[in-house]
């Protein structure tokens, strides 16, 4: 270790900074990625929904082949729905069915990490990095527009670990979005007034800045003293720092804007991801969506319904559906146990149920801020990061809504040659107004879902 690298440390300890964490900011709790007062405009709004471990893809010549593989077995706008995704068949106009896309990073490393990567596309095979997901680079682009930029969410809370993540949201320095998981701090984030009033939150906001200057100000005196690997550390440290600056400017614009008056009693506060109340959790779950949507509180919203592997909450939701194994031993015991694809399958045809109701909720919703329904001017991507457990190729994918802002539906569209999943996101986001022709490894739009 040279002596800078011990000086560096030495200091850091003295300031309280031992391993590059930021302090806790009072003011942020509560109100994380907070935008500026602006005029609202034609609302786009994107909503993400991953679940994990894939679906059951019985192999062909099995009996449960025909009934109950999640892919529609004809592509074209005359495909019939199987089993697992029937309970989309009223809403069959407004979405369509994509098959063979994936992360070409992605193909041959596929852990129980690939949530993390799922909106970026990065390549792990040399370590862990990550860049900005989709969802925050179109939260970034209509900053201002709402309270809340972004909304992240998932079963599990948090941002997990670097081999499990809970969240599929990235901040646009490859670090994870922490999401919220527990529904009536859900709902007082988005909908209940702090309690101190306005000037009580004005104090806090003043008091983290006043914080975040005097961290910033030791900090940028080191950087001539450092090698370049802390060097390195203290920059990303010091963009953190500027990100919760500009978060806390956001936050204190907002203090006399009114939130929404919402009533608490729509929403069930004591759900859980339990055997007995699994299901309901999953219901208020996309609830919130739908009115944080509704009351424009955020047009960014991401759910992450479990963790990938045999880890997290969201794991007992098979159990929720009458099952009698949790979601990662389903996926693992199909192909080797009587009945395993079809059991799998009855757990794909469940969650099928929950976003048919949130998607039938959505239409049946009239638009506030503009003409058709919620759906209309909604994107919503419902899918996985793999096919069959970890196995990183054919992504499993319905995409719903958007008609106002360009989508075309009514098709299952099966794409031969695997395609990079970075097309699509690509083409979603300059459907709601993204001014990019690249989103990471792209190479170029899906025509077919195209007006």
């Known amino acids: 270790m040279n002596h800078s690298s011990r000086y560096t440390r030495r200091n850091f300890l003295k300031l309280g900074l031992a391993g590059m964490a930021l302090p806790p900011l009072a003011s942020l709790v509560g109100a994380e990625n907070i935008a500026r007062p602006a005029a609202l405009g034609k609302p786009a709004r994107l909503v993400t929904i991953f679940f994990p471990n894939g679906v059951s893809l019985p192999p062909e010549g099995h009996p449960s082949f025909k009934d109950w593989h999640w892919f529609p077995h004809s592509p074209g706008t005359d495909y019939k729905l199987t089993k697992s995704l029937q309970p989309l068949a009223g809403l069959r106009d407004d979405l369509s069915i994509l098959s063979g896309f994936s992360h070409p990073n992605l193909r041959t490393n596929i852990t129980h990490s690939c949530s993390a990567q799922f909106l970026t596309g990065e390549d792990q095979s040399k370590g862990y990095k990550n860049s900005i997901s989709y969802d925050q680079v179109y939260a970034g682009e209509i900053d201002g527009t709402t309270r809340f930029s972004s909304l992240a969410l998932s079963t599990a809370g948090g941002t997990g670990s670097l081999g499990r993540p809970a969240t599929i949201s990235v901040n646009r320095d490859g670090s994870l979005i922490p999401a919220l998981s527990e529904p009536k701090q859900i709902f007082d984030r988005l909908f209940v007034v702090d309690p101190g009033g306005a000037e009580a939150r004005a104090r806090e906001i003043a008091r983290d800045r006043s914080i975040l200057d005097r961290v910033s100000s030791r900090l940028s005196g080191f950087n ?109 015991s199909a192909a080797r146990d009587e009945g395993g694809w079809e059991r799998w399958a009855k757990f794909d045809q469940y969650m099928t149920e929950r976003l048919t109701e949130f998607l039938t909720k959505m239409a049946e919703t009239p638009d506030p801020l503009a003409e058709g329904s919620l759906l209309d001017n909604t994107i919503v991507l419902y899918g996985s990061g793999t096919s069959k457990t970890h196995v990183g190729v054919n992504y499993p994918l319905v995409l719903a809504g958007g008609k106002n802002l360009g989508l075309k539906h009514g098709a299952y569209h099966r794409f031969e040659k695997e395609r990079p999943f970075n097309d699509l996101l690509l083409t979603l986001l300059q459907r709601v107004g993204v001014e990019s022709e690249r989103y990471g490894d792209s190479e170029g739009l899906v025509d077919q879902i195209l007006v």
């Open 224 to 332: 001539d003293k450092l090698g370049a690997e802390d060097r390195d550390r203290v920059d990303a440290y010091l963009t953190a720092t500027r990100t919760l600056e500009r978060q806390l400017g956001r936050a204190n614009e907002w203090l006399n804007v009114p939130k929404p008056e919402v009533d608490p009693g729509l929403f069930d506060f004591d759900a859980q991801p339990t055997r007995e109340l699994g299901t309901n959790y999953v219901r208020t779950m996309f609830d919130l969506i739908h009115m944080a949507l509704l009351t424009d509180s955020t047009r960014v919203v991401t759910y992450q319904t479990a963790i990938e592997g045999g880890s997290g909450r969201g794991n007992q939701l098979p159990y929720a559906a009458g099952l009698s194994l949790h979601h990662h031993q389903l996926s693992h």
